[in-house]
């Protein structure tokens, strides 16, 4: 693993944050617990919890207690409720207050490292709850303050500067609109933490195990099945990312993430201990010669055919 600095606290973080979710303790609160252990072994410092859920911040919590907290970054995603069916989205000073007072209490974290507020639209964000959340701030249980999302309502939250972090969603194809919000963020001494670095729009993998595919051994018999020319079809320019050896697509992704100077962390999603330990070893691997180049012309050529 490797570890980048936390924008302007002096601290360390991983360059991946493990987002922990409802998904994560379908099986049980043992194998969430069981998850968040091998991302400590794998050297993952970074956690996010998607949102206020009782049962989620004290899975996370009990994982956590054996750790220096000092020496782990804990990120609660607010205004997305607690996960709960029929929990609605709440930015208001009393519902954001209430969402931290909870997990704190259910979790013994003590603070968290990041309050960072779920994709906030233009007049759903009042005053009082910023005035909520620096007050939370100033007894310390919230360290910094983070925004997230990818509107173009994100321009003015960030040139606002009462945000300390920017969460936003970076992958191969990003628009020029996204790439010039990330530079104005780190031009305000803002932290960025990437997510969505492998979009739908590029996985192919459903249809690659889908039935339709061809035989390649002696007159169709025999040999692996290999997908159809047209299941990378709408992959477009990039489908060259399927085609480059030892690498997967994700990986790649990924890497090219990982590779940008303004992302302090890429967020990454693993509901099982061997998706985990694969992804967690794609920041110590180097991208093959020529293939970001490679990247960045399939890009433009897209921006050109839009």
């Known amino acids: 693993m490797r570890y980048r600095p936390f924008g302007l606290t002096g601290q360390a973080v991983s360059c991946l944050t493990l987002s922990f979710g409802i998904r994560d303790i379908t099986a049980g609160p043992d194998a969430g617990r069981e998850l968040i252990y091998s991302a400590l072994e794998a050297g993952i410092n970074s956690y996010r919890l998607e949102n206020a859920d009782p049962v989620l911040a004290e899975v996370l919590g009990q994982a956590l207690g054996h750790v220096d907290r000092k020496l782990v970054q804990v990120s609660l995603t607010l205004g997305a409720g607690d996960g709960r069916r029929g929990s609605d989205r709440d930015f208001s000073a009393q519902g954001i207050t209430a969402a931290i007072d909870k997990t704190l209490n259910v979790s013994g ?7 960072l507020l779920d994709e906030p639209a233009e007049h759903e964000l009042p005053q009082s709850t910023l005035s909520a959340l620096k007050a939370l701030r100033a007894t310390e249980q919230v360290r910094l303050l983070g925004i997230s999302g990818d509107g173009a309502v994100m321009d003015a939250y960030v040139s606002t500067g009462a945000f300390d972090v920017l969460a936003s969603p970076l992958h191969v194809n990003c628009s020029w609109q996204v790439r010039a919000r990330l530079r104005a963020a780190r031009e305000g001494d803002m932290a960025v933490f990437v ?28 040999g692996k099945p290999k997908p159809e020319d047209g299941d990378l079809a709408h992959a477009g320019n990039f489908a060259f990312l399927y085609q480059t050896r030892n690498w997967s697509a994700e990986a790649i992704c ?17 509901s099982d201990i061997e998706r985990l330990n694969t992804l967690s070893m794609v920041p110590d691997r180097d991208m093959p010669s020529g293939l970001s180049a490679q990247i960045e012309m399939a890009r433009v050529a897209g921006a050109r055919a839009a």
């Open 109 to 115: 974290l003590g603070y968290f490292d990041l309050a």
């Open 195 to 222: 997510y969505g670095y492998f979009p739908d729009s590029l996985n192919t993998a459903k249809k690659a195990t889908s039935p339709n595919v061809r035989k390649t051994g002696f007159f169709g018999f025999g």
């Open 254 to 270: 990924l890497a090219y993430a990982l590779n940008d100077p303004s992302v302090s962390s890429v967020m990454i999603q693993a």
